[in-house]
């Protein structure tokens, strides 16, 4: 008599389970499943840590793969790409604070060093142990601070270029200029001012403001410039940063080095640019 055999199954029956199973994709053994979903580690933490270790931090380098962004620059130090591995254990900024938790979890290993720096982790966090729930909570509470602090330092970036774009028109509005041309290295900053991307929702006020003053000229072109084509705009814009002034403009005499920089633009000297670099 033949009989029907389920071969997902080791006693050879079907079952819903069984076809489950077999049907969904095969799981990797995750290790750090405890370390990650602790009861005492707070759920935004936790889901800080869980993005990183997946992989899933929407970092620059992870945006541009997806082709969102053109450019990655790490906006805690500026000196490299924008990857996890760098944002959280090879940036200046967060090598300080990673010596002061190792520190006071007696790790000695080095940062640069990331999978041994996180074996040691995941053997001080392993077990059921009250230290070792403290010690994730610490782990975790140290990646969802660095990434809060990537976060504010980038959303004031674009605070300061999108106030930059608001002050520019105002001025030119001011002077009666009714043909303008707005050039920003916030690539972010133009989509936005051109409806291209939708904005954050606490910027809402200040982009009705700026649409306005865009309606009301003749002629108006919003565009992405690299910080090398802009140089002579970037340089004035430096020297403002410490004034006690919203603009600054009309400079007379003009600096040595702006004067070096127009003769440059004149002579059409040409800018390399770097994808490590913002």
């Given at each position: 008599?033949?009989?029907i055999?389920?071969?997902?199954?080791k006693?050879?029956?079907?079952s819903?389970?069984?076809?489950?199973?077999?049907?969904?994709?095969?799981?990797?053994?995750?290790?750090?499943?405890?370390?990650?979903?602790?009861?005492?580690?707070?759920?935004?933490?936790?889901?800080?840590?869980?993005?990183?270790?997946?992989?899933?931090?929407?970092?620059?380098?992870?945006?541009?793969?997806?082709?969102?962004?053109?450019?990655?620059?790490?906006?805690?130090c500026?000196?490299?790409?924008?990857?996890?591995?760098?944002?959280?254990?090879e940036?200046?900024y967060?090598?300080?604070?990673?010596?002061?938790?190792?520190?006071?979890?007696?790790?000695k290993?080095?940062?640069?060093?990331?999978?041994r720096?996180?074996?040691?982790i995941?053997?001080?966090?392993?077990?059921?142990?009250?230290?070792?729930?403290?010690?994730?909570?610490?782990i975790?509470?140290?990646?969802n601070?660095?990434?809060?602090e990537?976060n504010?330092?980038?959303?004031?970036?674009?605070?300061?270029?999108l106030?930059?774009?608001?002050?520019?028109?105002?001025?030119?509005?001011?002077?009666?200029?009714?043909?303008?041309?707005?050039?920003?290295?916030?690539?972010?900053?133009?989509?936005?001012?051109?409806?291209?991307?939708a904005p954050?929702?606490d910027?809402?006020?200040?982009?009705?403001?700026?649409?306005d003053?865009?309606?009301?000229?003749?002629?108006?072109?919003?565009?992405?410039?690299?910080?090398?084509?802009?140089?002579?705009?970037?340089?004035?814009?430096?020297?403002?940063?410490?004034?006690?002034?919203?603009?600054?403009?009309?400079?007379s005499?003009?600096?040595?080095?702006?004067?070096?920089?127009?003769?440059?633009?004149?002579?059409?000297?040409?800018?390399?640019?770097?994808n490590?670099?913002?």
């Amino acid at each position: 008599m033949d009989r029907i055999i389920w071969l997902p199954s080791k006693s050879g029956r079907f079952s819903v389970s069984s076809a489950y199973r077999a049907l969904s994709p095969e799981v990797p053994n995750i290790r750090w499943h405890s370390f990650v979903w602790n009861r005492m580690v707070i759920p935004r933490h936790a889901f800080s840590a869980w993005q990183l270790l997946s992989g899933g931090l929407p970092t620059q380098d992870n945006l541009m793969n997806r082709r969102m962004l053109n450019e990655s620059s790490c906006i805690l130090c500026s000196g490299h790409r924008e990857n996890s591995k760098h944002l959280f254990f090879e940036c200046s900024y967060s090598n300080e604070i990673w010596n002061h938790v190792k520190g006071l979890l007696e790790i000695k290993v080095d940062n640069i060093n990331t999978n041994r720096l996180w074996m040691s982790i995941f053997k001080l966090c392993k077990g059921k142990s009250v230290v070792s729930a403290v010690f994730s909570t610490m782990i975790c509470a140290t990646v969802n601070f660095i990434w809060k602090e990537r976060n504010a330092r980038r959303f004031q970036v674009f605070q300061q270029e999108l106030n930059a774009v608001h002050q520019g028109l105002l001025l030119a509005r001011k002077l009666s200029v009714r043909q303008i041309e707005v050039a920003s290295d916030s690539l972010r900053v133009i989509k936005v001012v051109n409806r291209i991307e939708a904005p954050p929702w606490d910027y809402q006020n200040q982009l009705h403001e700026i649409w306005d003053l865009v309606s009301g000229f003749q002629h108006i072109r919003c565009y992405h410039a690299f910080r090398e084509t802009n140089r002579a705009t970037d340089h004035l814009a430096a020297l403002g940063v410490n004034q006690s002034l919203n603009v600054f403009y009309f400079i007379s005499p003009m600096t040595k080095e702006l004067c070096n920089i127009i003769e440059d633009d004149k002579n059409c000297k040409v800018y390399l640019r770097s994808n490590h670099y913002r």
